[in-house]
């Protein structure tokens, strides 16, 4: 019976984290670039454009102990460059199989996705040493959509601006993004492992706290001050880096 209010705490601040998680929105365009909003944009940044189904999606504890999803994608056309029919997608966070919400990291502006869900992906194959040059990563955030530049119907991709050079224009492009997936890819990382050593102390104050009370309180609040930090220097790295990457896209336009 003495136990039984430290167990009501703890399922209390269970069901907090919870709602907390699912409530934040899962995506914010604060963050993206304002080009993100004009599909053009989106097609000449993207590595492939293609049309096809997603056939899985499996959250994936690493040896690390970070989460990652890998959603695989059957192609059914390409519309933008040239790859094999089945292709992944790996994004930071997501929920392994066990179900455990202790395993689930939310990470802004990672779009959703399902198994079943058709329509065309605008993605982006990244160097970096996260995506391993086998994986794909969404570009502006954009999951599956129906939304198509009105050229590419026709069979013709969306041209550069008349003014540029095309072969100057490209590699100056190319180069901008690399440089924001990277920035983006370290920002990512940094957080996860923000969010992993969050979790690391508040199981080792939990536990010293022995049951009671005032140290429990002591290593939620704890846990939350640090959660906090973590996702705003995240989006404060964000913001750093998609105004970079304006900046570069300004250039490449003179």
Not at 24 to 34: D, F, H
Not at 118 to 126: A, E, M, R, T, W
């Given at each position: 019976?003495?136990?039984r209010?430290i167990?009501?705490?703890s ?8 709602l907390?998680?699912?409530l ?11 080009d993100c909003?004009?599909?053009?944009y ?6 492939v454009v293609v ?12 040896p690390d102990?970070?989460v990652?999803?890998?959603i695989?994608?059957s192609?059914?056309k390409?519309l933008?460059?040239a790859g094999p029919?089945?292709i ?5 966070g997501?929920t392994?199989?066990?179900?455990n919400?202790q ?9 959703s996705?399902k198994?079943?869900q ?9 160097d970096?040493?996260f ?8 570009v ?7 939304l198509l530049?009105k050229?590419?119907?026709t ?9 540029q050079?095309?072969?100057q ?9 690399v ?9 990512r990382?940094n957080?996860?492992?923000a969010?992993?050593t ?5 199981t080792?104050a939990i536990k ?6 005032d140290?429990i309180?002591v ?8 959660m906090t930090t973590?996702k705003?220097d995240y ?13 570069s896209?300004?250039?490449c336009?003179?």
């Open positions: 019976m003495k136990n209010p167990q009501n705490l399922v209390k601040f269970v069901v907090i984290s919870l907390l998680t699912y934040i929105p899962l995506k914010s365009s604060a963050v993206l670039p304002a909003q004009d599909i053009n989106v097609f000449k940044s993207a590595t049309s096809g189904q997603v056939s899985q999606v499996q959250g994936k504890q690493e102990n970070s990652n999803t890998y695989d994608i192609v059914k390409y933008k460059g029919q089945q992944t997608i790996k994004q930071s997501g392994i199989s066990n179900g919400p395993s689930f990291v939310f990470v802004e502006d990672s779009p996705f198994v079943g058709s329509g065309y992906l605008y993605l982006y194959k990244d970096t040493e995506y391993q040059k086998k994986y794909y990563t969404p502006c955030g954009y999951g599956v959509t129906q530049p050229d590419v119907t069979g013709n991709p969306p041209q550069n601006p008349p003014s050079n095309h072969s224009y490209q590699t100056c492009t190319k180069a901008a993004v440089a924001h997936n990277s920035s983006l890819g370290t920002a990382q957080y996860n492992t969010v992993k969050a979790r690391t102390d508040r080792a010293s706290a022995k049951g009671n009370k140290g309180k290593a939620s609040n704890a846990y939350k001050a640090a973590a705003s989006t404060t790295a964000k913001k750093i880096s998609n105004n970079q990457y304006q900046a896209m300004a250039v336009k003179k």
